[in-house]
């Protein structure tokens, strides 16, 4: 029978014959996919296991900060910690097209992760935390016509430094992944998080990037996240997250006009991020939202909610 608890001691004996005497390499992200993936194979080869933490400077409000500390503190996961903020906003300086955002922030990232992993000996393989669903995705970009988007950042890292695969999670879905989470005794608030792309807030703000739309953005998330939160609607919604538009239009504040952008919310539910529905909030929590982001964040003067499904929209707007 398919339980965490055999999950968890079947890859651990796994991991530990493939890997042998070698070091492994892991780029902790905070998502709960590559952290699960950490945990496990911690528990598995202790101290071979090398995890590497890069801020790109386009993650959510204090996130990198936040994350670091329980990677530390309660996950038993030493890191080496590395700010790569102003390297990621200068290759992305004056680029539009979520495709290229995408090549340039996977590139940094391996150029970033690849210097740093090089300082060490013997690493022979990567630890990734891939779906099922990555799997099918990424096997139907190659097959379809469609171009369906690039997902994971450190794509082209194994192939470039001659590293072996270890990806635990392959053949499961993400409540299978959080389930192994719950058998590892990761916190559950953990557990719950909600994805988030690895490219961050760069494919949230349409249009070019740049550090003062990203603090704009950061500031308008951390509102509606928060509300989210003390309205206990958190673990109802598969994510949420708001978009910076490319978008101006006018207001008043006060006596005089505005001229400001305009944001927008979006909210889903799902069970696999293949196919989402946007989430029915009542009309008061918008309102609530709404007001909070346009009196506190200066910037934007009008938002709106994005009541969109999966398909034929995506999740995300880029
Ligand atoms: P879409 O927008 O394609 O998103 O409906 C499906 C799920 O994938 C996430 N996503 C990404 N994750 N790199 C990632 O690691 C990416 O480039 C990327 N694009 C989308 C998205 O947040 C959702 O969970």
Redesign the pocket.
């Known amino acids: 029978d398919w339980t965490p608890e055999n999950f968890v001691s079947n890859s651990i004996k796994e991991i530990k014959a493939k890997v042998g005497p070698a070091n492994v390499i892991c780029a902790l992200s905070g998502g709960v996919d590559s952290t699960v993936a950490a945990v496990l194979v911690k528990q598995a080869i202790g101290e071979q296991l090398i995890c590497i933490h890069i801020d790109t400077g386009l993650m959510r409000k204090n996130e990198s900060k936040e994350i670091s500390e329980l990677f530390n503190s309660k996950l038993n996961l030493n890191h080496i910690h590395i700010d790569a903020s102003e390297l990621f906003l200068q290759k992305l300086k004056n680029v539009s097209d979520p495709e290229l955002k ?1 090549k340039i922030i996977g590139n940094t990232f391996i150029e970033v992760f690849e210097k740093e992993a090089k300082k060490f000996e013997n690493v022979k393989f990567l630890v990734q935390g891939t779906l099922y669903p990555d799997v099918i995705e990424s096997v139907s970009v190659k097959g379809a016509s469609a171009t ?6 450190v794509g082209g890292l194994p192939e470039k430094m001659n590293l072996s695969l270890i990806e635990p999670f392959r053949e499961l879905f993400k409540d299978e992944v959080r389930n192994v989470g719950r058998a590892l005794n990761i916190p559950e608030e953990f557990i719950e998080r909600h ?5 961050g807030l760069a ?1 949230r703000i349409l249009g070019p990037v740049d550090k003062d739309k990203l603090d704009i953005l950061r500031e308008a998330d951390d509102i509606f996240i928060k509300a989210i939160k003390q309205h206990n609607l958190y673990k109802k919604i598969w ?1 949420a997250f708001a978009v910076l538009l490319p978008v101006q239009s006018v207001g008043v504040m006060g006596d005089s006009r505005t001229y400001e952008n305009v944001l927008a919310l979006r909210a889903v539910t799902s069970v696999d ?1 293949m196919t ?1 529905d946007w989430f029915p909030f009542e009309p008061d929590f918008l309102a609530e939202v709404s007001n909070n982001i346009i009196n506190k964040v200066r910037g934007i003067n009008r938002v709106v909610y994005d009541i969109s499904s ?1 398909p034929p929209a ?3 707007w880029e």
């Open positions: 995408r369906i988007k690039t997902h994971h950042n994805p988030f792309p690895g490219p494919v994510q991020g989402a999966k995506t999740i995300e």
